[in-house]
Structures are given as structure tokens and as C-alpha cells.
């Protein structure tokens, strides 16, 4: 998968503060999903029962930094994951979101994942080229 030529897509960034565009089920498939807030058949069945994608659809949200309960339990559970896993922050994603705007987030996330040898999209959990398999600290 090539990193998109013009702007990353708004509804890949997740409720929870992850971009799906750089998340290794997306990244790994043929025929990715259009993200979290979308709905699609292609969508990995984790991701159809997310209770934080269940939650905010609940709330009448798109995003948990819109909820006044943010970082709530399971925003928090699954920040620690990600900190110790990916070396990433979902809360910090989604505090730049409030502070900058997503548009800047997303330009922000297609500098930091593009592969610079082959433009193909890096994976946050895999650190791996979607094209080239290369490392992402080449």
C-alpha cells in the first residue's frame, strides 16, 4: 500500500486517537477497511466489536477527546498497551487533534509513517514497509 498522495483520509483517525491507516491490519490487506468510523465489511472483526467505537457511537460522538469523561478506563487500558507495545499515545494523539486540528494531525502521521525508501506506508505496530517490508528506522 502506497502512502496517499494527497491527504490522509479524516475518518482513518480512529475514536480511540490511532490513525487505521497505519495499523498493521490495514496496512497488511489487499483490500483495507476505510477505518474505524466507517462502516465496511472488510473491517476485521475485532474492530467491528471495539466497545470505544460502541461507546462513542452511544454518546452520539466521533471521538472520545469529545467526551467530557476522557481518557476514560478503557481509553487509559488501552493507552498503557500502546505506550509499552508501540512506543505510541493514543491520548497524546487525540490532545494534539483538540490542540492543532486533524487536518495537522494527519499531515503530522503521513511524515512519521511514510517510508522513505519506497513512499509505501510504515505500520505503528509492526514498524514494517507495507511495500518493501522495510524497517521504519531504516
Excluded at 480511540?16 to 498493521?24: H, I, K
Excluded at 525508501?117 to 507495507?130: D, E, K, P
Amino acid at each position: 500500500m502506497q502512502m496517499p498522495k494527497g491527504a490522509i483520509a479524516p475518518a482513518l483517525f480512529a475514536p480511540c486517537g490511532s490513525n487505521c491507516l497505519v495499523c498493521y491490519r490495514h496496512c497488511a490487506h489487499k483490500t483495507p477497511c476505510a477505518g474505524c468510523r466507517m462502516d465496511d465489511a472488510e473491517k476485521p472483526a475485532h474492530c467491528r466489536r471495539c466497545a470505544i467505537r460502541s461507546c462513542v457511537v452511544e454518546k452520539g460522538l466521533t471521538h472520545c477527546h469529545a467526551c467530557p469523561a476522557f481518557p476514560c478506563k478503557r481509553i487509559q487500558a488501552l493507552e498503557r498497551s500502546y505506550r509499552k507495545r508501540y512506543a505510541a499515545s493514543l491520548v497524546e494523539n487525540s490532545r494534539y487533534v483538540q490542540a492543532h486540528g486533524l487536518s495537522a494531525f494527519m499531515q503530522q502521521q503521513k511524515r512519521h509513517y511514510t517510508c522513505a525508501a519506497c513512499g509505501g506506508v510504515i505500520s505503528l505496530h509492526t514498524r514494517a514497509c507495507s511495500q518493501c517490508q522495510g524497517p521504519m528506522d531504516r
